[in-house]
């Protein structure tokens, strides 16, 4: 085995980086799980074109992880968050993923998510100090 030193690096290169993330896809297909990252990217629209309002996510290993929603304060409160969702939701099945999963924070959503079917799966507390951090998932088939 060759020798190896741990260190920190405050930036990498694009090169190291991409070995990095090229030698874990690779170890996940050797263990028989290909990653197809398909992507599920929704915006809401004012009507002079601006966003109000997003949702971006990927589908992989069958799950849809939403890794951003967000809706302007100047429409939340309209249903643009709900639309948002479902049309996420529609997306999922459509391409037959088994569910949604997504991650909040105290500070955030979790009551919406709720609301929308989700259910709590994990926490970490104390993320942020005296918060927490909380990991949601909502399965759409069997």
């Not at 479902?86 to 924070?105: P, S």
């Amino acid at each position: 085995m060759p020798d190896a030193s741990v260190r920190l690096e405050s930036s990498l290169s694009a090169e190291d980086r991409q070995t990095i993330i090229e030698g874990l896809v690779g170890y996940n297909i050797k263990q028989g799980y290909v990653w197809e990252h398909e992507p599920v990217n929704l915006t809401a629209r004012a009507n002079d074109g601006r966003v109000v309002g997003g949702l971006l996510g990927e589908i992989n290993l069958g799950w849809l992880f939403v890794s951003a929603l967000w809706v302007d304060s100047e429409v939340r409160g309209s249903g643009v968050g709900s639309q948002l969702i479902r049309e996420a939701e529609a997306q999922a099945k459509e391409r037959g993923a088994v569910g949604i999963y997504l991650d909040t924070y105290s500070f955030q959503a979790k009551p919406f998510y709720e609301r929308m079917g989700f259910q709590l799966i994990g926490e970490l507390p104390d993320c942020p100090p005296a918060g927490a951090k909380y990991y949601l998932a909502k399965r759409l088939r069997p």
